[in-house]
């Protein structure tokens, strides 16, 4: 009892005391100082090579930390997670967070060179923190102009970004407050889309009051525009039923064929009367349909979109006010959603969304992304998502604080002056 035993290979290199502590320390320092040419307006890209092969052109802290291998290090872990941590929490920021938490390890470093305990410069930090957070609560001021603060947030968050306008400043802004509740002061980002084409500029990004799905209708010579349309949202596929477990269908002679091909079109028949009697005008199904089914809803003026995702059937669902329907049995008028249905071209006829539009509730909106390369799709996707996240803050928050530094620099005076009622050790580490 008491004994201490080692755990793993004796003969592997290990660091023990402040060794360890200063080795980590350096790990820190070292990603950070990687990081640092990528902050600011100012800030370069980087590019990254997985390793198989897919290229990534980003400045986003977070994009990059996670597309470098990290795995040998669990110190380099901790700040992977710290930055996915801040990504998920605030939206931006992920590239100062690193680089602050070098900044305050590397001041911790030279505290304990002086002899003091690490507990003690943790205990330091902590009531750094509280008389920081306590300090800018105070020097905060209300937000009066909403729209306005947003706006400015957007601008600032995009102007160190590949997608930096004011333009997709504005975009976002929008898609924030069609989503937004006002009562509860919140946002629920997922009601905002990002959908992509790649083509024409960043410019052409544009915002939809609905849900935009990246295909056209199944059949060329159905309807393009449906008014006040009833939606039939699917999720069970299009086709007769199969046995759930593992069969072979013999098939001896033409008549058996045929009687095969009788059954078949009953059952797609008998799905299309489902679908009529609920008085339903437009189809969107999660799984795909045959060419005989297509033809069929063509027929029956059925207009359809097939592998719609599951992702976007359930904002439709929201959108739309309608039920996802898992059996043909359950389909009802009252399960049914009511919208605008159009099909559109982007900048050519082979491009081709299906756009689905309430005008009434607009619950949910996208944003259409284009640009000239996948590259530049992706980075500015990622780039529109910290706008978004940024401006869900100001809505969540009441008050602001002044930026250019001038916040930090009042923080740290105030903590100076409090560090004088501390203790030595604390003092010492407030200070830092």
């Known amino acids: 009892f008491g004994q201490s035993f080692q755990v793993g290979d004796s003969s592997a290199p290990s660091l023990k005391g402040k060794e360890c502590i200063f080795a980590s320390i350096s790990t820190v320092e070292s990603i950070a100082e990687f990081l640092r040419t990528s902050l600011g307006p100012t800030g370069m890209d980087k590019i990254l090579t997985s390793p198989d092969g897919n290229i990534t052109v980003t400045n986003d802290g977070a994009t990059i930390l996670q597309e470098m291998d990290m795995s040998t290090n669990p110190i380099s872990q901790l700040i992977v997670q710290l930055s996915q941590s801040q990504d998920e929490e605030i939206g931006d920021g992920t590239t100062s967070i690193v680089?602050?938490?070098?900044?305050?390890?590397r001041q911790a470093k030279g505290l304990i060179v002086k002899g003091i305990h690490p507990v003690k410069i943790a205990e330091g930090f902590a009531v750094a923190q509280a008389k920081a957070e306590e300090h800018l609560r105070r020097i905060s001021e209300p937000i009066t102009d909403l729209k306005g603060f947003m706006l400015k947030t957007a601008k600032t968050t995009l102007s160190s970004k590949i997608a930096s306008s004011a333009e997709l400043a504005s975009l976002c802004v929008e898609a924030v407050l069609a989503v937004a509740d006002m009562e509860r002061r919140d946002v629920d980002?997922?009601?905002?889309?990002?959908?992509?084409?790649?083509?024409?500029?960043?410019?052409d990004t544009r915002l939809i009051a609905g849900i935009v799905i990246?295909?056209?209708?199944?059949?060329?010579?159905?309807?393009?525009?449906?008014?006040?349309?009833?939606?039939?949202l699917l999720s069970c596929p299009f086709e007769p039923p199969k046995l759930k477990t593992k069969n072979t269908l013999v098939i001896k002679s033409a008549e058996e064929y045929k009687a095969l091909e009788e059954y078949?079109?009953?059952?797609?028949?008998?799905?299309?009367r489902s679908l009529?009697?609920?008085?339903?005008?437009?189809?969107?199904?999660q799984w795909g349909f045959d060419d005989e089914a297509n033809s069929l809803l063509r027929e029956a003026n059925l207009p359809a979109v097939r592998w719609v995702g599951g992702h976007e059937l359930g904002l439709m669902a929201a959108h739309i006010s309608g039920q996802i329907i898992a059996r043909f049995e359950d389909l009802t008028p009252e399960a049914l959603g009511t919208a605008d249905v159009r099909e559109e071209a982007l900048t050519t006829e082979s491009e081709r969304i299906i756009v689905v539009e309430n005008p009434g509730k607009r619950r949910s909106v996208t944003i259409m992304v284009r640009g000239s390369t996948d590259y530049v799709i992706d980075e500015a996707k990622r780039s529109i998502r910290d706008a978004l996240c940024a401006i869900r803050n100001v809505l969540v928050s009441d008050s602001?604080?002044?930026?250019?530094?001038?916040?930090e620099v009042s923080v740290?005076?105030?903590?100076?002056?409090?560090?004088?009622?501390?203790?030595a050790e604390v003092e010492s580490a407030m200070r830092s």
């Open 99 to 105: 680089i602050l938490a070098a900044a305050i390890l």
């Open 189 to 203: 980002l997922d009601l905002i889309s990002i959908q992509s084409r790649s083509g024409c500029s960043l410019s």
């Open 214 to 232: 990246n295909k056209p209708f199944s059949h060329p010579q159905m309807a393009k525009e449906i008014k006040n349309a009833k939606v039939a």
């Open 264 to 272: 078949e079109r009953e059952k797609f028949a008998e799905m299309i």
């Open 276 to 285: 009529r009697n609920a008085k339903a005008d437009v189809v969107m199904c």
């Open 400 to 407: 602001i604080v002044y930026g250019g530094g001038s916040a």
């Open 412 to 423: 740290s005076n105030r903590l100076f002056e409090e560090s004088k009622l501390c203790g």
